[in-house]
């Protein structure tokens, strides 16, 4: 079964350092998110990417964040000057059309703590 | 007030059990809903979805969506061990991409 794969699995680093979280969408999917979830607390939509460009995006992603699809077939979230309150899991997830619910598939997700 | 919300248990039932599980939401132009299931650590799995009201079943799951009351409900017959994970709730416009999820029921089966 396709899946969605993310590394790395845990990273661990220090507040307001860089982080690139990195995921493999399955192969024929078009449309990409990234969800956060902070320990025992509910799952957060973060963004949305079709065709290159962000499709929606929620309050949580201000500057500090960014996605990227470097080729084709990896799509990364970039996490600039981290700080301890971004402690989180974060999913990927893909989907064949926009997310109307029945095709979105979530990766097992990276687990991120800030020093 | 939240727009889904989910009674996070936890809940524990004993084997063989009827499971239910329910969320309200006040979001009118939610049109989508869906139920996940998610073991310690790991990503939220899809188990059911539906955009009308009225039951929908696969095997031992049943969703109800009742919209005129902005109630969602998860039914799980002949619960088994393998059944104890957290249980998401979620939502969608028909406009948009987002999923707004409750926030999760722990639940424990008991062999």
């Known amino acids: 079964e396709p899946e969605v794969t993310q590394t790395p699995s845990h990273q661990v680093t220090q507040m307001g350092q860089e982080v690139i979280l990195r995921c493999v969408p399955i192969s024929n999917h078009l449309y990409f998110y990234w969800y956060r979830q902070i320990l025992g607390q509910k799952v957060e939509f973060l963004v949305s990417f079709y065709n290159n460009e962000i499709s929606e995006k929620s309050e949580i992603f201000d500057d500090q964040f960014s996605v990227e699809r470097p080729d084709g077939s990896n799509f990364t979230l970039k996490i600039r000057s981290t700080k301890l309150e971004d402690s989180a899991m974060y999913f990927c997830?893909?989907?064949?059309?926009?997310?109307?619910?029945?095709?979105?598939?979530f990766g097992e997700g990276s687990w991120l703590t800030v020093v | 007030q939240k727009e889904v919300e989910q009674d996070p248990g936890p809940l524990s039932v004993p084997e063989g059990a009827i499971v239910s599980l329910n969320c309200t939401y006040s979001?009118?132009?939610?049109?989508?809903f869906m139920w996940y299931r998610q073991y310690s650590r790991k990503g939220p799995e899809l188990l059911m979805y539906?955009?009308?009201?009225g039951n929908k079943e696969d095997g031992r799951f049943t969703a109800q969506v009742d919209k005129s009351s902005k109630y969602i409900s998860l039914f799980i017959r002949d619960s088994q061990p393998s059944d104890s994970a957290t249980y998401l709730c979620?939502?969608?416009?028909?406009?948009?991409?987002?999923?707004?999820f409750g926030e999760g029921t722990q639940l424990t089966v008991n062999p």
């Open positions: 979620a939502t969608k416009e028909t406009s948009g991409s987002r999923l707004t």
């Open positions: 997830a893909s989907s064949e059309i926009r997310a109307s619910g029945n095709t979105i598939y």
């Open positions: 539906t955009y009308s009201s």
């Open positions: 979001n009118s132009a939610f049109q989508y």
